[in-house]
């Protein structure tokens, strides 16, 4: 299948139809490029899991225009789920609800849940309003791998198997969405994100609710035996191709241990601004010391190292892991090993 790169205004008629004729297109949104699908349309749903070779039990986000669209695809929104909306729609939050039968099973992995996000930005504003329809969206890259932040990285990961890619720029926050169940009583975050808890907690303050803001991102390795709430997080993901090893400033022993056994080895660091990299390196690339600036260079710096020819990545994880730096370092950690 050849696959076009389209500017969002001249592509964005033609998009809508694909959507509406169950085919896949690729769209920006303000955190990542996602692979779109109509959300009611179980062979469009199907398309999805087999492009981006993603397991079947990793449930997909539904995107919609508003609060309103939302509504109609859930069948309760909590007292919770209204304030986070009208705080944070639209924008890069997910909000998981009781799933309606307007949405097919399939988006949910079965689940009685489903994951809706009414993104920011305009382009994928436009798509839902011409497509009329809820879109289903994973981040437009092969399961596993970093997400795609520019249209070239979407084609760099799906060229030949999706018809369409629109170009909307590089996205703006970067990274994905928090994703934050509402089904309870009390919200818990599934997956941070640009909204951070502290931002969810003084939502809620302000709401006048008294329940604090859970955090159950849980990693591989975990001793945590509860039941999984986000299949997404658990597996290794975000990941470079070339081998990747991550470090963190406080505790540097295993890298000064490591480092002599690889001398020559092409080595590609990825690391913080305050970080003195040590010299013989291949090639070392530096992340913006503020939180969101470094949000959005975070995935297009992997992408580079990955393809800088090095036989291993050594990547700084930040130690802060307040506000933005949280989801920055839940990423960094799935998407690295512990060094040998
Ligand atoms: O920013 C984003 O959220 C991007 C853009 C395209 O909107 N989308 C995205 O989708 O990151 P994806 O499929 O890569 O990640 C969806 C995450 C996964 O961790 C998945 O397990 C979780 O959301 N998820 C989806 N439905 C869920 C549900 N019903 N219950 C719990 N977690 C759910
Ligand atoms: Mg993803």
Redesign the pocket.
Known sequence: MLTRIEPADLGLQEAAELIRRGDLVAFP?E????LGADAGNASAIEKIYQVKERPAN????V?VPDVAAAQSYSYGFSPLAVAFAQAFWPG?L?L?LPRNDRICPAV?AG?T???I?C?SNPVAQELLRAAGRPIA???ANRSGHT?PTTAQHVYDELAGRIALILDGGACGVGL??T?V?VTGTSPAI??P?AVTQAMLARCLAAAGFSTPVAVLTRHAGNSTNEPL?????LESHYAPRTAAYRFYASDLRRLNAYLPTMRNQRIGMLCLESFAAPAGLAKILVLPAAEQACARALYGALRELDTAGCDVLLIQCPENSVGVWAAIEDRLRRATKELP
Do not use: M, W
């Not at 955190?31 to 996602?34: I, K």
């Open positions: 949104t955190t990542v490029y996602g990793n449930p997909l986000i995107h890069p997910t998981v949910s689940k849940t489903v994951a996000r993104p969206a994973p981040s997400s994905e969405s994703v169940d599934l997956r994100g709430d986000s299949p997404g997080q």
